[in-house]
């Protein structure tokens, strides 16, 4: 198993400004993922984070918006910028082995807050 | 693309009651296939998966989910549920191949004292 540790927990953010999550494994793994999910609804797939190189973003979600990195296999980063009320929303780490069960853990998630 | 939908989206039970919750997924290949839970307050947990072999798979905290392929569903159960179980239940899928989770829409577990 691996221990997701994200942070910040929660933030109050202005329109218009950016916010950077850190995500931190502790352990080494293949692969890791941003998801969002906003108030009362399911998780969403952001992008997947891939070391060392540009992330792969899902429909809808583009890297202007939000950049992601990935320097090593235990750290990434997810910038949410230029941000709308409509960005308030819990953001998710997640990360796995890429052993073929596919499980995935997830760390606790920021929680942001756009006024 | 995968797709997976939950029927349930708030289901209210008392203590002792059988739970079923529906699951379908939308994919023809091999899939990988999971329950996550996530209790007021805390983090997504894996309940239990499925990849191969038995389709009846037990998780942890006495749940367990039956993979039906001709029906694509892959639903949970549990025989007597507590209080404790209180969350929001989320079905997901993934291929063999994208390591991604879809997650369905996600069922509200109320259990009442």
């Known amino acids: 198993s691996a221990v997701i540790s994200q942070k910040p927990s929660r933030d109050i953010c202005q329109r218009g400004t950016s916010l950077t999550i850190q995500c931190q494994v502790d352990?080494?793994?293949?692969?890791m993922f941003w998801y969002r999910q906003q108030p009362g609804q399911s998780l969403t797939l952001i992008a997947t984070?891939?070391?060392?190189?540009?992330?792969?973003?899902e429909s809808g979600f583009v890297i202007d918006k939000f950049p992601i990195s990935r320097p090593n296999l235990t750290f990434s980063t997810l910038t949410v910028s230029n941000m709308s009320p409509e960005d308030s929303s819990i953001y998710l780490c997640?990360?796995?082995?890429?052993?073929?069960?596919?499980?995935?853990?997830f760390g606790e998630g920021s929680r942001l807050t756009v006024l | 693309a995968q797709s997976v939908s939950q029927h349930n989206h708030h289901v209210i039970l008392s203590e002792a009651a059988s739970l079923e919750l529906g699951c379908n997924y939308s994919?023809?290949?091999?899939?990988?296939l999971f329950w996550y839970v996530q209790y007021p307050g805390q983090h997504l947990q894996l309940l239990l998966k499925?990849?191969?072999?038995?389709?009846l798979v037990k998780g942890i905290k006495g749940f367990e989910a039956e993979f039906i392929k001709s029906k694509f569903s892959f639903n949970l159960r549990k025989p007597s549920v507590q209080w404790r179980d209180t969350a929001e239940c989320f079905c997901?899928?993934?291929?063999?191949?994208?390591?991604?989770?879809?997650f369905g829409s996600g069922t509200r577990l109320q259990v009442q004292p």
């Open positions: 994919y023809g290949g091999t899939v990988n």
């Open positions: 997640s990360g796995g082995s890429g052993m073929n069960t596919g499980e995935l853990f």
């Open positions: 499925y990849f191969s072999g038995d389709p």
């Open positions: 997901a899928v993934s291929d063999t191949g994208r390591r991604a989770l879809t």
């Open positions: 352990s080494q793994v293949t692969m």
């Open positions: 984070a891939n070391q060392g190189s540009e992330a792969t973003y």
